[in-house]
């Protein structure tokens, strides 16, 4: 379906313009909005987990409608069936066949709303489609159209009538993003827009179109990633398994994930090759909810966040000075070009 | 019986037998029960040297009557502890990967070190004066009628306070309002310490800029010959940059060993040592010379001169403007000395 490519910089100028764009309607979130495009570019799922009212589902719709995709929602409810979700299959009496009806699953990008609100076996059905991109009912499976983008929306502080998302599901999110509360200068602005507008939502204009988020997906390929960015990547995703606060640390997909997200960092900053910040940037979102604390940090209301951002803080980074020599490196300049 | 195959006690568990854990466990065990004991009997036997005696009751001790002495015990205590709570904080400042129930352990020792540095002394003083300094019975004599010495009788002490209010007694009244205060005073200041209040610091921010100033431009002279003499412009980006490291930790910002470049930089930015715009754009070039394989050419060197260039027009600017105020401040300081 790749009709294009794009080079990281296009790419990443092209990222660029879509924020641009999702700004207009969503106001003050740069750094959440960036963490999405990311996700995005990186080919993972998104969880946005905040308090109601924070503008999740207006950032969602607000990505599918520029980036050009096929946008579907599906509210989670305590009701929700499997078959709600993916589809079943059905008579048909014209022909006198079982025939699959679709689901809302098969979209390019799907709004999970509030998650966390139906059984775990509603929940499961997804796992299929974030991991394989395919669905499997009655002995067939059903590829999803591509990309396909899951940005589910999970609210943090209710417990009555919720389901956790069990850990085997929020290792399929690449990334999980908080959104907070506006500045008072930010909510101001967000007010003002809305009055200036006289309309409820801005309209945005669609700058890509699916070929075109395949296109830079397939540019982030092309970012480098030296061999001390690999051992800090690896050194990272080791500490949170024996960290002492830490019960169960990131899985190998933490760091498959830590170095896209990382990769996604370097286009959307023009770069085809990484740096440390890259990684630092996104440690926490890629790896805080894949961490299970121990018991006795519950209690003392002790975030996963916190728990990384404190580790990131203390594993070295790579040192100024390479151990390889810089010839080496000028030597496999030359051969590769 | 037991079965041939059948398990140890040890090997059910899957856990090894250390010889003498029983005993050692014994042992511990025993210790406990001889420290509780030898308090509860000292306590007992307390209890039963003045049993007539209150609690708070002054009775025969040394410290009775004795305010200074009391007082000097409180300064002691406070600077002990000050002394304590310094020596702990060195031992476990850096420790960062505590488990919780060590962590908890040291946030509470933070908290109630300087808590009974200040509350034991205080609860001392304010007990002292209310306490009842009265003379105890006396101790019923033996009856052993087989002593031919009669037994001492006791003489209850003249009474200390006369209740007058003369001159002596008002100057004794502010002498320990005076010592009170001292007390206080003292209390606080070791509580401002101990809580690491933050104090001026005059002059310390000018003697630093000109430290940086005279560091930083010494690494730029190094990292220009770096520039200058090296033939492979990667390896010379790299060491111009490891050379503003270097000044940087001289001058007091050091590069954390979790530290970015951007991290490193953003400090020194703040600090006002180095500007933004040539700081962001040597960092750019360093990015490309260590973490890329881009082939590195003239036109990267000359972008790290120009970088170069800038931050030494910078730090000259800064220099130059640096001058009259150290020759103001000199003449200053001369003024004040002279008579």
Known sequence: MTTETLTPQQAGQLAREVLAEIERAVVGKPEALELVMLGVLAGGHILIEDLPGLG???????????????????????????????????????????????????????????????????????????????????????????????????????????????????????????????????????????????????????????????????????????????????????????????????????????????????????????TPEDVKSVAVPALAHRVTLKPELWVRQVDSDDVLAALVAQVPTPQTVPDKPADSLADAAVARS | MTAPDAPGPGERTGRPVRPGSD?????????????????????????????????????????????????????GWLVLLERTLRYYRTQVRHLVDLPPRAYRLREAAMRLIPLAAIGLPLVLLFLYPTAKHLPLPPLPAPEDSRSPRPLPTFQPPPPTRAGGHGLLGVLALGITILAVLAVLTCA???????????????????????????????????????????????????????????????????????DSPTDLLDRAVTAGTLRGTDAGALTALFHEARFSRHP????????????????????????????????????????????
């Open chain 1, 56 to 274: 999740k589902t207006l950032l969602a719709r607000s990505f599918a409608t520029t980036l050009g995709l096929e946008f579907r929602r599906i509210q989670f409810t305590p009701d929700l069936l499997p078959s709600d979700v993916s589809g079943a299959p059905f008579y048909d009496q014209r022909s006198g066949e079982m025939v699959f009806r679709p689901g809302p699953l098969f979209t390019h990008l799907l709004l999970a709303d509030e998650i966390n609100r139906t059984p775990p076996k509603t929940q499961a059905a997804l796992l299929e489609a974030m991991a394989e991109s395919q669905v499997s009912i009655d002995g067939t499976t059903h590829r999803l159209p591509d990309p396909f983008v899951v940005i589910a929306t999970a609210n943090p502080i209710e417990y009555e009538g919720t389901y956790a998302l069990p850990e085997a599901q929020l290792d399929r999110f690449l990334l999980r993003v908080r959104m907070g509360y506006l500045a008072a200068e930010l909510e101001a602005r967000m007010l003002r827009a809305r009055v200036d507008r006289a309309a409820p939502e801005a309209v945005l204009r669609p700058l890509s179109n699916p070929a075109q988020v395949l296109a830079m997906r397939a540019a982030l390929e092309r970012v480098e990633v030296s061999d001390d960015l690999v051992e800090y990547i690896v050194a990272l995703v080791g500490a949170t398994r024996s960290h002492p606060q830490i019960q169960v640390g990131a899985s190998p997909r933490g760091g498959l994930a830590l170095v896209q997200l990382a990769r996604a960092r370097a286009v959307l900053d023009g770069r085809d090759f990484l």
């Open chain 2, 188 to 258: 606080v200041l070791v509580w401002r310490r101990l809580r690491r209040l933050p104090k001026p610091a005059a002059g310390h921010r000018v003697r630093r800029t000109r430290t940086d100033e005279r560091e930083l431009a010494d690494a730029v002279a190094s990292a220009r010959r770096a520039l200058l003499q090296g033939e492979d412009p990667r390896a010379a980006v790299i060491a111009c940059y490891a050379a503003m490291e270097d000044s940087l930790a001289d001058s007091g910002i050091e590069r954390l060993i979790a």
């Open chain 2, 23 to 75: 005993e050692a466990a014994h042992t511990a065990a025993l210790r406990r029960v001889l420290a509780v004991g030898a308090v509860a009997g000292l306590a007992f036997a307390a209890l039963e040297l003045r049993p007539a005696g209150g609690l708070l009751t002054g009775g025969g001790a040394p410290l009775n009557d004795e305010f200074g002495l009391v007082l000097l015990l409180a300064l």
């Open chain 2, 296 to 339: 590195m050419d003239q036109t990267h060197l000359s972008r790290a001169r120009a970088a170069l260039d800038a931050i030494a027009e910078q730090l000259g600017e800064q220099a130059a403007r640096a001058q009259p105020q150290d020759t103001a401040q000199r003449q200053d300081v001369s003024t004040e000395v002279s008579p």
